[in-house]
């Protein structure tokens, strides 16, 4: 089955449990500082798994786009990609493990025809020192699911030790069954929210014994590890819980959060033992075959599967409205790092053609605008981001390699590559490492000291600098969010209709705000800003929402950014009469309430037609 028609399907068997079909979130979070990227599909869903009312109702399902960028030195493997679709279904409070467990093994056997006794599952072992007990209930439903099927289901601990031994279900610890954007309990801040979760395993077969031929050689076999054999398909998490000052209390709801990945599904219903030739990857992988002089993934796996991964996650990055071109800071950074190195496993394919990255993104697009309209639509930015981005690093790409050719690198020489060329820091490390050339003692000290010199990356996933959290909900941070809302209708009524909101980043001491804008803004322009926002949050207008359609919500010319990511229902804010504005919230309820004065820090270009502002209350 064809990945389109697995999409279609799940949507359409989850909508026929009642649940609402709800459009992708856009790959850039809104209003949380903590990560560059969706990496979940929960993500964009946390005020309403927290408790918050959601306009589509209590059970909601999707295919929502996500990224992440600390898997980029893991594509290679035949099953990691850094841009990814999650088919997700989740229960706000509404239905629980029976529903779910059951609904998940029907949807995978009857609608995808898997074989169930290909099938394994795992469970939470508990933690006492949390207060979290043993999955037990989920092992019931479990050997209630497989009796039906005729399959033998014992349940085991310690399968990491000591094997399968013809088991079916399977216990595991806080590092493999229990989940949350930050991981297990002990990584998690407080107010993250998670659970435990129960994974489904699809046997790849026996036969295929990769774990023989490497590292887990000599280890028992079972079902959760990273031999090849076995691949997750699904994980059915039950948040219910949040991680206080004094430990972890329960929700006042309980959840559901199902995720499993297109691709994975895609791989193991056409029969395949790799993501990259299933009909999502296919047509990428025969244009690299011709552009290469038709040399064969089966070949040249590792540079196959850059190249097409890559060149996958830069497209929906720049596809998406936000408008992201390659730079040297935050998403536009990693867009750049993706680029230049499919650049770079092109040259090992010996690839010549110029401008040949562009033909790629266009496949890409091509096979996905059905789905994601927004990559149609923004199609000529990604068309001509990616042929400037490879114009310029071809041009720089020879006299960079150069500068690396020595016995010895320290990390102030790579932030020289980096400022001068354009090098990402880990695409050094990559060439160093294959030339054999030793790295300095205190290589990553020095290249942070040198970076922070000169103007240090405000945020790199790829480093790790930002880990995974809870976006701020706090007062002040919401005083902020409402600002944002003045913000918008004063810039549209300083410079023109044109404005649009292209995305925001709000913490609890200052806002970041993106708008479409050629041009700089001028001190007479940011000036009279200023002012019109400040006059609103004196005017003491009262903030309230209505819940409407989407067609309704444009019908009164109500503002919208990232409308891909609402359903049939929206809720639109007014602040008084001021400002009318699609939006989730949370909001002051009246603009008294901002209690400070607007002040414009900073004004800056965000990307090509995108301008960012940087402001505070005093």
């Excluded at 976006?471 to 005083?479: P, V």
């Excluded at 209709?497 to 940011?526: C, P, V, W, Y």
Aim: charge should be neutral.
């Amino acid at each position: 089955m064809k990945g389109n028609e697995i999409r279609r399907k799940y949507l359409e068997f989850f909508k026929s449990k009642g649940h609402a079909i709800i459009p992708s979130a856009s790959l850039m979070p809104e209003n949380d500082p903590t990560t560059l990227f969706i990496s979940s599909g929960m993500q964009p869903l946390i005020p309403y798994l927290m408790g918050e009312k959601h306009p589509d109702g209590k059970r909601l399902v999707n295919s929502q786009k996500s990224f992440r960028s600390g898997d980029i030195e893991e594509v290679g493997d035949n099953r990691h990609n850094t841009f990814f679709e999650m088919l997700g279904n989740w229960s706000l409070g509404d239905y629980f493990k029976k529903e779910q467990l059951n609904w998940v093994f029907e949807f995978l056997t009857k609608e995808l025809k898997i074989d169930p006794k290909r099938l394994y599952v795992t469970v939470y072992s508990g933690n006492k020192e949390i207060g979290v007990e043993r999955d037990n209930e989920s092992v019931e439903i479990w050997k209630e699911i497989f009796k039906k099927h005729n399959i033998d289901s014992r349940n085991y601990d310690n399968s990491e030790t000591e094997g399968m031994r013809d088991g079916r279900i399977f216990y595991y610890g806080d590092n493999k069954n229990w989940w949350s954007r930050s991981g297990e309990p002990a990584n998690m801040p407080v107010g993250e929210i998670g659970g435990p979760d129960s994974e489904i395993f699809y046997d790849m077969g026996a036969e295929l014994k990769r774990h023989e031929n490497s590292e887990w050689k000599d280890k028992p076999c079972h079902v959760n590890c990273d031999c090849g054999r076995f691949i997750e398909v699904g994980n059915s998490v039950f948040i219910e819980f949040i991680k206080k000052e004094d430990g972890f209390k329960a929700l006042k709801q309980k959840n559901v959060d199902f995720g499993g990945g297109l691709e994975r599904l895609a791989m193991v219903s056409e029969g395949k033992d790799n993501v990259f030739e299933t009909d999502l990857f296919i047509n990428i992988l025969k244009k690299i075959e011709e552009l290469s002089g038709n040399k064969k993934y089966r070949d040249n796996m590792k540079a196959f599967e850059v190249i097409a991964d890559h060149m996958k996650g830069a497209t929906f990055i720049m596809g998406d409205d936000k408008g992201v071109a390659p730079a040297n800071v935050d998403q536009g950074y990693i867009v750049r790092r993706l680029i230049r190195r499919t650049i770079r496993f092109g040259q090992q394919l010996g690839i010549t053609k110029s401008s040949w990255t562009k033909e790629i993104a266009r496949i890409i697009i091509d096979d996905y605008k059905e789905a994601y309209p927004e990559l149609n639509r923004n199609a000529e930015f990604i068309i001509n981001e990616t042929e400037k981005e490879e114009d310029k690093f071809m041009k720089t790409l020879v006299k960079g390699e150069k500068m690396i050719s020595n016995d010895k690198m320290d990390g102030k020489a790579a932030f020289n590559i980096f400022q001068t060329y354009g090098y990402p820091v880990e695409m050094t490390k990559e060439i160093v490492a294959e030339r054999g050339i030793k790295l300095s003692h205190e290589f990553d000290t020095e290249y942070n000291e040198a970076m922070k010199k000169h103007q240090s990356l405000s945020r790199t996933a790829a480093e790790g600098k930002f880990k995974g959290g809870l976006a701020d909900q706090s007062g002040e941070t919401t005083k902020l969010h409402t600002v944002c809302h003045l913000l918008l209708e004063s810039l549209k009524r300083v410079l023109g209709d044109h404005i649009h909101q292209k995305g925001s980043n709000i913490t609890a001491k200052r806002l970041r705000f993106d708008f479409s804008h050629g041009a700089k803004m001028t001190d007479e322009e940011k000036d009279r800003v200023e002012k019109q926002v400040n006059e609103a949050i004196q005017a003491d207008y009262p903030v309230s929402f209505e819940e409407m359609s989407l067609k309704e919500a444009k019908k009164i010319g109500a503002e919208g950014v990232f409308e891909s990511k609402y359903g049939d229902k929206v809720k639109v804010y007014s602040v008084g009469d001021f400002s009318t504005e699609i939006c989730g919230g949370p909001h002051v309820d009246n603009t008294n309430k901002i209690n400070g004065v607007f002040k414009i820090k900073k004004e800056q270009s965000s990307g090509a037609g995108v301008r960012r502002i940087k402001g505070i209350l005093e």
